[in-house]
């Protein structure tokens, strides 16, 4: 790979990292509100139909995950195990994929009532 493209991924961790930094903290926050305040798990589903807000917030995390956790597996891969080229880039391509479309479903089915 290019110096080019390990320089592009390198700011695409780096950058995920931030948002993923980002969402945690807010992601926490909300749960230990939520939690205070006395809210059952089905009161807070039916709170979270149909808000835009968190479907735009969470979505944004799952791909924010999907782009970092694969990016930060390659080099371990690499650094650990010695794997490095196509396969492992086409392994780690498809885990991207399948992280981004089981936690998009997810986000679906919490904001959206279907799956």
């Known amino acids: 790979m290019s110096a080019r493209s ?3 991924l390198w700011l695409a961790q780096r950058a995920s990292a ?3 930094a980002f969402c945690v903290v807010v992601h926490l926050a909300t749960i230990i509100v939520a939690v ?3 809210l059952s ?3 807070i589903l039916a709170r979270t139909r149909g808000s835009v807000l968190g479907l735009v917030f969470y979505t944004t995390f799952v791909l924010a995950a999907a782009v970092h956790a694969p990016i930060g597996l390659r080099a371990t ?3 650990w195990l010695g794997w490095r080229g196509a396969a492992r880039d086409a392994v780690l391509l498809l885990f991207a994929l ?3 479309v089981l ?3 997810a986000v679906a089915g919490v904001f ?3 799956a």
């Open 112 to 114: 959206g009532g279907a």
């Open 77 to 79: 891969l690499g650094e």
């Open 6 to 8: 390990e320089t592009l």
């Open 36 to 38: 205070q305040g006395g």
């Open 98 to 100: 399948a992280l981004a």
């Open 41 to 43: 798990a089905a009161e």
């Open 103 to 105: 936690g998009l479903r």
């Open 18 to 20: 931030a948002v993923l």
